[in-house]
């Protein structure tokens, strides 16, 4: 799109909002949010990301409102329909929502999105010249695009390797789900296969075989019912970033289940707007919430704490009574994101751990918290100290801090810690990816490299296969210049007439004026040889 296009586009906004009714700025900070609700160009297809985003961005306003003395805000989400024309008539909407002659704070504070760069650009392009930021996820040097990368999971595999390493597990089977276009979990179960793996662990990769399945299982997501009934008389770890203690609840298994969650639950009752959100027809079917896509719900919730932060900053010694300067507040912006940045490197996670028997319901067994890189088990309702700080931030192999992990620790896990001899069998020791499409879903199977046995059987295999080739083609050359050769004939055959005649062919050839009847002579023998030799051709052919 070039720059006339642009101001075509720039006029066409104002004159729709110079003429419509709104003449004053509202007493709320708007925010415009650019999302995918409808996953397809035709916006036909409801997603059920974008409903949760949906949902939370309205939800997310309505609890900073409540709890707020200053300034209230308002989101309005816009469909960009997963498509550039979408996101374009989402970003003219957005605008004139928000009234052209209201663009900068404390009025309107900005854009959050479009999901992909590719959509941002081209919405960058008309929001550039009207000084309009954004905040998106890809990393951009455009001056107006601010990104703020979604929350590493690093934290999850630091807590599952942990409780590891407490069970004194030293192998699991490990079974990852995903949802279609999902790739945390897919991510996760990376990343905690090679962190196992430098720790000489035994990973053992389940690929829709049941004897797979050993006593220690590691579960990431939400598992589907029938996974319970697959396996007996296991211990099983699931890790989820949501809310699952329902559900488990409901499961009756004869194995022990352990859960380590995501302790932060952002919106109480977002399980039940999404479950019961407008976007769901009867042509869409009902609504599922899915847990798994809280990730995508704290990185708004970030983005509109930026946008908060950076107006009580910028408001705290000016009373914002005027429009503030669109560089002033863009500039504002950007350090709110640096500062923002620094902290989530360093700020720690807290993970609960609950245990469920054949019998009863999870029961409440105490935190994991990782910090920098560094996780730590207290038993019970402790909470995180300053003053036991330095113990995370120790060695993560340290034995002292295993055995303080040891202390306090209740009988129900204390009796699930391994005290056998395991088989270290079908260990994987590589990471490959392979997406294999299922009927409902799409299953990342986590597929081991070859060990030592599995090598040399292939190196073997394929020298006998070369050697065996390779005698099958001499025996071929052999019969093939057999052929050629054509039949011997037999010991005792006279060849002296054939040789005197060629003798006598040379000597005619010296005197051919003198010796005539040696030339008709001559002159015959070669038409012999001529029959002998193509005799000799047809049968060689």
């Not at 705290?316 to 709110?336: E, F």
């Amino acid at each position: 799109m070039d720059f006339s296009r642009i101001w075509c586009v720039i006029f066409v906004i104002v004159a729709a909002c110079t003429c419509g009714a709104r003449t004053e700025c509202g007493k709320i900070a708007q925010i415009s949010f650019l999302t995918t609700v409808h996953d397809d160009t035709s916006c036909t297809k409801v997603s059920t990301k974008g409903v949760i985003l949906y949902e939370a961005a309205k939800l997310l306003a309505e609890i900073h409102n409540n709890k707020t003395d200053g300034f209230k805000i308002g989101i309005t989400v816009f469909d960009t329909c997963g498509s550039i024309t979408g996101a374009l008539k989402a970003m003219m909407k957005a605008l004139v929502w928000a009234n052209i002659n209201c663009l900068h704070p404390p009025h309107y504070l900005g854009i959050i999105g479009p999901d992909t760069m590719t959509n941002a650009e081209a919405v960058h392009k008309v929001t550039s010249i009207l000084e309009v930021p954004h905040i998106v996820k890809p990393s951009s040097i455009s001056p107006y695009l601010h990104s703020l990368a979604e929350e590493s999971n690093s934290y999850l595999v630091k807590g599952i390797l942990r409780m590891i390493e407490i069970l004194k597990w030293k192998s699991f089977t490990l079974v990852a789900n995903v949802n279609e276009n999902d790739d945390d979990v897919q991510n996760i179960a990376k990343k905690l296969t090679i962190d196992a793996i430098a720790k000489k662990l035994c990973v053992i990769v389940h690929d829709n075989d049941e004897e797979d399945y050993t006593s220690h299982i590691v579960h990431i997501g939400k598992p589907k019912k029938k996974f319970f009934n697959e396996s007996t008389n296991a211990t099983i770890l699931i890790i989820s970033e949501g809310n699952l203690k329902d559900y488990l609840n409901r499961v009756k298994s004869t194995n022990t289940i352990l859960l380590l969650e995501d302790s932060r639950n952002i919106v109480n009752d977002l399980e039940w707007r999404v479950e019961n959100s407008e976007w769901w027809t009867h042509k869409n079917g009902s609504g599922k919430y899915d847990a798994e896509e809280l990730r995508q719900v704290r990185w708004l919730e970030n983005a509109i704490g930026i946008y908060v932060k950076a107006l009580k900053v910028l408001c705290k010694n000016k009373k914002c009574k005027n429009q503030i300067n669109p560089l002033d507040w863009n500039h504002v912006v950007s350090n709110m994101l640096l500062t923002h940045n620094v902290e989530s490197q360093t700020a720690s996670r807290f993970l609960d751990l609950s245990v469920k028997t054949r019998t009863s319901n999870l029961e409440h067994l105490g935190s994991v918290i990782v910090r920098r890189n560094r996780a730590k088990v207290y038993w019970g309702e402790g909470k995180w100290d300053k003053k036991k700080e330095g113990d995370v931030e120790g060695t993560e192999e340290s034995h002292v801090a295993s055995e303080s992990d040891d202390e306090d620790m209740p009988y129900t896990f204390r009796r699930l810690l391994n005290r056998e001899n395991e088989l270290l069998t079908g260990c994987a020791t590589t990471v490959k990816e392979i997406k294999k499409l299922d009927e409902e879903d799409i299953e990342v199977v986590l597929v081991s490299g070859m060990d030592d046995n599995e090598w040399w059987t292939m190196v073997y295999t394929v020298s006998g296969v070369g050697i065996a080739m390779f005698l099958v083609g001499i025996i071929a050359v052999y019969v093939v210049y057999a052929n050629i050769n054509g039949p011997r004939c037999p010991k005792g055959k006279d060849y002296s007439d054939r040789n005197t005649s060629l003798k006598r062919m040379g000597s005619d050839r010296e005197l051919p004026t003198t010796i005539t009847t040696r030339n008709q002579r001559a002159l015959r023998t070669p038409q012999r040889m001529g029959s002998e030799r193509s005799t000799i051709s047809e049968k060689s052919v």
